[in-house]
């Protein structure tokens, strides 16, 4: 579980920053068990940040709180765009990405101004269009 130490200290470095963990729930065929964790993990480290659920749109935004429960969905469309767009308005500093990388981001989108650590919950990990990758397995 090397993957709980870097976060861990990748956290531990943002604290009192605005920080956000956005969760692709465009589908239910993800390790909802690790994820569920991941959020925990967040919780308590730093439970002002900001919790969003988004497929091929944004289904919440909130701060974490004990009882925060993800809600999948089937359909398989996820895009990045909004949520990324999302972090970039409300002055994110930096966001947590889980998602297994196959969703839509356009060609033209320019790199955000934020740090951006995409969270991948599957053994084979795509080549992230900007930002940091993370294997959480």
């Given at each position: ?36 964790n991941?959020v ?7 439970p ?37 767009e ?50 959480i397995?």
């Amino acid at each position: 579980m090397k993957w709980h130490k870097n976060l861990l200290k990748i956290i531990q470095d943002r604290q009192g920053k605005r920080l956000a963990l956005i969760v692709d729930t465009s589908t239910n065929e993800t390790k909802i068990d690790l994820i569920a964790n991941i959020v925990t993990f967040f919780k308590e480290l730093t439970p002002e940040t900001t919790l969003v659920q988004a497929d091929f749109k944004i289904r919440t935004s909130e701060q974490i709180t004990e009882g925060s429960e993800i809600k999948y969905h089937t359909h398989g469309k996820a895009s990045y765009t909004l949520a990324l767009e999302w972090a970039e308005e409300e002055k994110i500093e930096t966001v947590f990405y889980i998602t297994d990388l196959t969703g839509f981001l356009p060609e033209d989108m320019e790199v955000p101004s934020y740090e951006v650590y995409w969270l991948v919950p599957t053994e084979f990990v795509p080549k992230a269009p900007f930002g940091k990758v993370m294997k959480i397995v």
